[in-house]
């Protein structure tokens, strides 16, 4: 008898909680979906809830700890008032696996005797959760609605489970009619209960007046069946809609994700797998106990590729050079690009006598000219090989020895293809050990500073010195200047020694000066590292002038390179220096650009011929060649030329032939300490010469 209202009823309380949840579960994608999530654009998204989905008695925005941030509408709080309100573990959720990420608790008394079922969606960004929107739907509210719309007056409502009653109760005598169904809906699983009185079935009316009213009662039942069908298909489409809606909200999601996931692990040039995807893939099959090779192959000169064709240029030829690789490589290889000019390739169960042959015709695969847009590209590659010589070895380690072995093999250059090997290791550990030393003795002000005189061949007077950093290590071992300065550069401590050498150089020369032994000049070296220091002018001036040293005996070197580069701004540096009176010398000329036509443009005074054209005179024809011509231009432009590491007398003899007038070198005086040159200036000033020839 009850069947039909029970059905009915059944219907729309699982309707209504799907819905509902299904419109959580947008609302939170939706909210995902803007990127990140402040107040106001929460609140924004969640307008209007109370209007639409009036069961819902709020929304509310639970952080991390799932402590409430926000809700609505505005008199709403989440149950109960306290603020340290916990969903879990007062109140314990499921996960609903259709709706994936939905997590829905049992009905549960609220205040003022409201019936709730908590829904919590959590929201991301950036692939991590950072908050849960979660809603109270006031299932009581619904089950009213639903009684007054779907039942007589005379028919109860009860909702149940196992445990309890939540809403209606069994009436206290008997007779009444009474119809039961489970109701299954979110992660409920409760009894839904219709009962009647039967003495509201009894009839109080004549046969006639039943038929007329049976007659309304059935125009009136058909008019609401077709009413409520109208609804009904309302209803469903409004939820197809939103079904369909949802579907393709997934999907956009799942080729979000697969194209993040893609972008994770490949090289966006190559569509190579990266050093991530290498690493993994490393990872997993170094578990095995099978044999691994890892070749790294290093392309040479790549950037130069790429600022003399273009980056499109340069991506295509790394696209190109893959797709030779993969000529050569067996179909399990694995080739991925690490950086920009490194790519790698995994072979696992590969010996190492295959390892060899596959890397050597590697390398082949550029001894044929890439054509590219129009260009033909000939390049080289160096190759380093890691095997797995011991089980423990992990992926990063494979990564790193074959990158080892691909740098030694660049800078190796000829043989082009080098196994790693224990010593290599050793080799790095001994730089860095190096490298922390050097650090330390910076930090610690244990450098020297030398000076080596430059003299003039006319006079042989001692005329300038230059100042020389040096450093003895702990051990004794005296450490090349060039690694001290390679080190500071690299390790971002140039501008503090640059600072010391300065301010050390121009203190002991304002000491020569006081004593009265002081050379015409002080020669300081500035590296293209420290020129890009915007205050180094600026420092070298004030110095001078603490120092109260005329600016005019003060010269700092630089080498051809900083000249040209950066042409703009360090020619405004380079004015500031010899607007204040300060000199300045090209160092190393004949190693860089060697073009002697751009000394006109800058406020040089001095050329210091590069030792290597010096030290194979008198024998090569070729550097006396070069020497002449620097000479003869420099003397054109009204230029001092000093020659460096003049170590004989053969040498001297010839420049001065050719008419350089200055040099620097051992066969005069090493750099020495500024005690021992001060002894040297002070001969020099009771007129001793050295050498004396
Ligand atoms: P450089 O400026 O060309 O300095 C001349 C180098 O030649 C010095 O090497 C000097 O000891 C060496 N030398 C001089 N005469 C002879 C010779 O007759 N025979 C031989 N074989 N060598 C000679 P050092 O002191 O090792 O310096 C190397 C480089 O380190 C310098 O080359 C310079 O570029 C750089 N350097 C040295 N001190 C400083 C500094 O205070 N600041 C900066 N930025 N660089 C410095
Ligand atoms: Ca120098
Ligand atoms: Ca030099």
């Given at each position: 008898?009850?069947?039909?209202?029970?059905?009915?009823?059944?219907?729309?309380?699982?309707?209504?909680l799907?819905?509902?949840?299904?419109?959580?579960?947008?609302l939170?994608?939706?909210?995902?979906?803007?990127?990140?999530?402040?107040?106001?654009?929460?609140?924004?998204?969640?307008?209007?809830?109370?209007?639409?989905?009036?069961?819902?008695?709020?929304?509310?925005?639970?952080?991390?700890?799932?402590?409430?941030?926000?809700?609505?509408?505005?008199?709403?709080?989440?149950?109960?008032?306290?603020?340290?309100?916990?969903?879990?573990?007062?109140?314990p959720?499921?996960?609903?696996?259709?709706?994936?990420?939905?997590?829905?608790?049992?009905?549960?008394?609220?205040?003022?005797?409201?019936?709730?079922?908590?829904?919590?969606?959590?929201?991301?960004?950036d692939?991590?959760?950072?908050?849960?929107?979660?809603?109270?739907?006031?299932?009581?509210?619904?089950?009213?609605?639903?009684?007054?719309?779907?039942?007589?007056?005379?028919?109860?409502?009860?909702?149940?489970?196992?445990?309890?009653?939540?809403?209606?109760?069994?009436?206290?005598?008997?007779?009444?009619?009474?119809?039961?169904?489970?109701?299954?809906?979110?992660?409920?699983?409760?009894?839904?209960?219709?009962?009647?009185?039967?003495?509201?079935?009894?009839?109080?009316?004549?046969?006639?007046?039943l038929?007329?009213?049976?007659?309304?009662?059935?125009?009136?039942?058909?008019?609401?069946?077709?009413?409520?069908?109208?609804?009904?298909?309302?209803?469903?489409?409004?939820?197809?809609?939103?079904?369909?809606?949802?579907?393709?909200?997934?999907?956009?999601?799942?080729?979000?994700?697969?194209?993040?996931?893609?972008?994770?692990?490949?090289?966006?040039?190559?569509?190579?797998?990266?050093?991530?995807?290498?690493?993994?893939?490393?990872?997993?099959?170094?578990?095995?106990?099978?044999?691994?090779?890892?070749?790294?192959?290093?392309?040479?000169?790549?950037?130069?590729?790429?600022?003399?064709?273009?980056?499109?240029?340069?991506?295509?030829?790394?696209?190109?050079a893959?797709?030779?690789?993969?000529?050569?490589?067996?179909?399990?290889?694995?080739l991925a690009?690490?950086?920009?000019?490194?790519?790698?390739?995994?072979?696992?169960?590969?010996?190492?006598?295959?390892?060899?042959?596959?890397?050597n015709?590697?390398?082949?695969?550029?001894?044929?000219?890439?054509?590219?847009?129009?260009?033909?590209?000939?390049?080289?590659?160096?190759?380093?090989?890691?095997?797995?010589?011991?089980?423990?070895?992990?992926?990063?380690?494979?990564?790193?020895?074959?990158?080892?072995?691909?740098?030694?093999?660049?800078?190796?250059?000829?043989?082009?293809?080098?196994?790693y090997?224990?010593?290599?290791?050793?080799?790095?550990?001994?730089?860095?050990?190096?490298?922390?030393?050097?650090?330390?003795?910076i930090?610690?002000?244990?450098?020297?500073?030398?000076?080596?005189?430059?003299?003039?061949?006319?006079?042989?007077?001692?005329?300038?010195?230059?100042?020389?950093?040096?450093?003895?290590?702990?051990?004794?071992?005296?450490?090349?200047?060039?690694?001290?300065?390679?080190?500071?550069?690299?390790?971002?401590?140039?501008?503090?020694?640059?600072?010391?050498?300065?301010?050390?150089?121009?203190?002991e020369?304002?000491?020569?000066?006081?004593?009265?032994?002081?050379?015409?000049?002080?020669?300081?070296?500035?590296?293209?590292?420290?020129?890009?220091?915007?205050?180094?002018?600026?420092?070298?001036?004030?110095?001078?002038?603490?120092?109260?040293?005329?600016?005019?005996?003060?010269?700092?070197?630089?080498?051809?390179?900083?000249?040209?580069?950066?042409?703009?701004?360090?020619?405004?540096?380079l004015?500031?220096?010899?607007?204040?009176?300060?000199?300045?010398?090209?160092?190393?000329?004949?190693?860089?650009?060697?073009?002697?036509?751009?000394?006109?443009?800058?406020?040089?005074?001095?050329?210091?011929?590069?030792?290597?054209?010096i030290?194979?005179?008198?024998?090569?024809?070729?550097?006396?060649?070069?020497?002449?011509?620097?000479?003869?231009?420099?003397?054109?432009?009204?230029?001092?030329?000093?020659?460096?590491?003049?170590?004989?007398?053969?040498?001297?003899?010839?420049?001065?032939?050719?008419?350089?007038n200055?040099?620097?070198g051992?066969?005069?005086?090493?750099?020495?300490?500024?005690?021992?040159?001060?002894?040297?200036?002070?001969e020099?000033?009771?007129?001793?010469l050295?050498?004396?020839?």
């Amino acid at each position: 008898m009850l069947n039909i209202e029970t059905n009915r009823v059944q219907r729309a309380i699982e309707v209504n909680l799907q819905k509902e949840a299904y419109f959580l579960v947008w609302l939170a994608n939706s909210l995902q979906n803007k990127g990140e999530i402040s107040e106001s654009t929460w609140r924004r998204s969640t307008i209007g809830i109370s209007s639409s989905f009036p069961f819902f008695a709020g929304v509310y925005w639970l952080d991390l700890e799932h402590t409430p941030q926000w809700s609505a509408p505005d008199n709403f709080t989440p149950y109960p008032e306290n603020a340290d309100w916990n969903i879990s573990p007062s109140v314990p959720l499921n996960t609903i696996p259709v709706l994936s990420k939905l997590s829905t608790s049992n009905i549960q008394p609220g205040v003022n005797g409201k019936l709730t079922i908590e829904m919590l969606h959590p929201v991301s960004f950036d692939s991590r959760v950072s908050g849960y929107l979660g809603a109270s739907y006031n299932i009581k509210l619904m089950l009213e609605a639903i009684s007054q719309e779907f039942l007589r007056p005379e028919q109860h409502l009860i909702l149940s489970s196992d445990s309890s009653t939540f809403f209606g109760q069994l009436p206290e005598e008997h007779g009444a009619l009474i119809n039961s169904v489970d109701i299954n809906a979110l992660n409920g699983q409760w009894q839904l209960t219709i009962w009647q009185r039967s003495s509201s079935d009894q009839a109080y009316f004549s046969l006639p007046m039943l038929i007329f009213i049976s007659g309304i009662v059935v125009t009136v039942l058909v008019a609401m069946s077709l009413y409520l069908l109208e609804v009904n298909i309302i209803g469903r489409r409004a939820e197809s809609n939103m079904v369909s809606k949802l579907k393709e909200e997934i999907t956009q999601r799942r080729e979000a994700e697969d194209q993040l996931k893609f972008t994770a692990n490949h090289d966006p040039q190559t569509h190579l797998p990266n050093r991530f995807a290498m690493e993994q893939y490393l990872e997993r099959n170094l578990r095995s106990d099978q044999e691994m090779v890892l070749m790294c192959i290093a392309l040479d000169k790549f950037q130069e590729v790429n600022d003399m064709y273009g980056h499109l240029v340069a991506d295509q030829l790394l696209f190109e050079a893959a797709k030779r690789f993969k000529t050569v490589l067996p179909p399990h290889a694995i080739l991925a690009r690490i950086t920009n000019d490194h790519f790698m390739i995994a072979c696992a169960g590969t010996s190492q006598l295959e390892a060899e042959m596959q890397a050597n015709q590697l390398r082949m695969c550029f001894e044929e000219e890439f054509y590219i847009e129009d260009n033909d590209i000939l390049t080289t590659c160096a190759i380093g090989i890691a095997y797995r010589y011991d089980n423990q070895l992990r992926a990063e380690d494979m990564l790193r020895h074959a990158d080892t072995a691909a740098n030694k093999a660049k800078a190796l250059g000829n043989r082009k293809v080098v196994a790693y090997n224990q010593t290599m290791q050793e080799q790095l550990n001994q730089k860095k050990d190096l490298e922390r030393a050097i650090r330390q003795a910076i930090n610690n002000d244990e450098l020297k500073l030398h000076f080596q005189p430059q003299v003039d061949l006319r006079t042989r007077q001692i005329v300038g010195v230059e100042a020389l950093v040096r450093w003895e290590s702990q051990n004794g071992a005296a450490i090349s200047t060039d690694i001290i300065i390679k080190t500071a550069e690299e390790t971002g401590l140039m501008q503090r020694l640059g600072h010391w050498v300065v301010d050390t150089a121009l203190k002991e020369f304002s000491r020569m000066l006081d004593e009265r032994c002081a050379p015409k000049c002080i020669a300081i070296n500035v590296s293209g590292h420290e020129f890009q220091d915007g205050y180094l002018a600026d420092y070298v001036i004030r110095s001078v002038n603490r120092y109260d040293i005329p600016a005019s005996r003060v010269q700092i070197e630089l080498t051809e390179q900083v000249f040209i580069e950066n042409l703009e701004r360090n020619q405004h540096i380079l004015n500031r220096l010899t607007a204040s009176g300060i000199s300045l010398a090209i160092d190393d000329f004949g190693t860089g650009y060697s073009s002697l036509a751009y000394l006109k443009h800058f406020p040089v005074n001095t050329v210091k011929i590069d030792r290597g054209f010096i030290k194979d005179l008198p024998q090569s024809k070729d550097d006396l060649v070069i020497c002449q011509a620097v000479v003869s231009m420099a003397n054109l432009l009204q230029l001092k030329v000093v020659a460096e590491g003049v170590e004989t007398i053969d040498q001297q003899e010839l420049l001065r032939n050719i008419g350089c007038n200055f040099a620097q070198g051992h066969y005069y005086y090493p750099p020495m300490s500024s005690d021992a040159l001060m002894v040297v200036l002070k001969e020099q000033r009771a007129g001793r010469l050295y050498p004396a020839s």
